[in-house]
Structure formats: C-alpha cells, structure tokens
Nanobody
Framework: QVQLVESGGGLVQPGGSLRLSCAAS????????TGWYRQAAGKQRDLVAR?????????DYADSVKGRFTISRDNAKNTVYLQMNRLRPEDTAVYYC??????????WGQGTQVTVSS
C-alpha cells in the first residue's frame, strides 16, 4: 500500500507560478513512476507530467505544459514536485498525483485544486 498526500494548490493569476507536492508513504520502495494528472470540470483526467522514481530519471510531459511545467523528485523526502510557471486559465483543474508500483498497482492522491484567474 502507498499513501499519497498532495499540497500546494490554490488561486493564482495568469502568468503566475505554483509548486505542487506529492508526498508518499507506506511501501515507497515499490514505486516505479509518479505522475501528475489533472481533471478540469466536465472533462476527463489527463496526464500532465510523469517521472521515474527508480534508477535513471526519465521525464515526460503533455504537449500543453512543455516548457512551462517541471516535474522533479526528492528521494530523501519521498516527494515529487510539479513546478508550474506561466500559468494559464486553461490550467485550471484538480491536480492528482498517481504512483505505479513495480507490481503494477496504482495509487491516487486526493487531489488539489488549482485555479488560474484574474
């Protein structure tokens, strides 16, 4: 079992920045990848960014956030971050953290709201 706690969401003006955190606990040794997903009202949940948590660091991003968002990890703190810069109104959504383990199990966090508005 892996437990995830997200934090860092909030209200920000267009062009602003936020940093989301996803802190993991439990069977953290089994985490293979950690990803950030988002779900806007009335839309499906989509991948925003993903990072490998074991071994060589591999990152991938949705085209809509490339060059603006950066995903990173701090293994000592069992935390993955999503630095979001140059935020746009269309980035407004609930952001979720998901991990996939070496056993192919998936765990989701509770989500954190990000609202980009003037």
């Amino acid at each position: 079992q892996v437990q995830l706690v997200e934090s860092g969401g909030g209200l920000v003006q267009p062009g602003g920045s936020l940093r989301l955190s996803c802190a993991a606990s439990g069977s953290i040794f089994s985490i293979r990848t950690t990803g950030w997903y988002r779900q806007a009202a009335g839309k499906q949940r989509d991948l925003v960014a993903r990072i490998t948590t074991i071994g060589i660091t591999i990152r991938d991003y949705a085209d809509s956030v490339k060059g603006r968002f950066t995903i990173s990890r701090d293994n000592a703190k069992n935390t993955v971050y999503l630095q979001m810069n140059r935020l746009r109104p269309e980035d407004t959504a609930v952001y979720y953290c998901k991990v996939v383990t070496t056993y192919d199990s998936e765990y989701w966090g509770q989500g954190t709201q990000v609202t980009v508005s003037s």
